[in-house]
């Protein structure tokens, strides 16, 4: 198979799976606006799939949630056999994929610096100006 169709393939069942979570996890205590399906790796016999999921915040409930996940495949994988024609329905199997929560986390450190150095270049303000300092060795110059 090639590249390209394994990469439409991969982004076809991430949106069909996004769609699915909604109809099989509605009547469960799930924040299904915190679940993202963030990527899908397809084998290329299309045998098996990687689902990788970012849970944003609810850190006390992210294992619970994908144990839910892992739970409901098969009604997940039934759907996407319904809505999609391939020649093999991937088995599917999610993972936390922890990429965005390290993005945000990189975010707010350069937030951070960005702030520290708004506020070195306020107290630089405050310094006299070294222009107007008597020369070396207090010699006007």
């Known amino acids: 198979m090639s590249v390209d169709r394994l990469a439409r393939?991969?982004?076809?069942?991430?949106?069909?799976?996004?769609?699915?979570?909604?109809?099989?996890?509605?009547?469960y205590e799930v924040d299904l606006a915190a679940v993202t399906?963030?990527?899908?790796?397809?084998?290329?016999?299309?045998?098996?799939?990687?689902?990788?999921?970012?849970?944003?915040?609810?850190?006390g409930e992210r294992d619970r949630i994908i144990s839910r996940l892992r739970r409901h495949r098969a009604e997940i994988q039934a759907i996407i056999n319904r809505n999609m024609t391939l020649k093999y329905t991937p088995k599917l199997m999610f993972e936390l994929d922890p990429s965005v929560e390290k993005g945000d986390h990189i975010l707010d450190i350069l937030q951070k610096m960005e702030g520290d150095t708004e506020v070195q270049s306020e107290n630089s303000d405050v310094l006299p100006d070294m222009d107007d300092s008597p020369g070396r060795f207090g010699e006007e110059g």
């Open 37 to 59: 399906i963030t990527h899908v790796i397809t084998t290329r016999n299309l045998r098996s799939a990687r689902v990788l999921v970012s849970i944003r915040d609810h850190r």
């Open 9 to 27: 393939v991969n982004e076809l069942l991430r949106r069909e799976i996004g769609g699915a979570l909604y109809h099989v996890l509605k009547d």
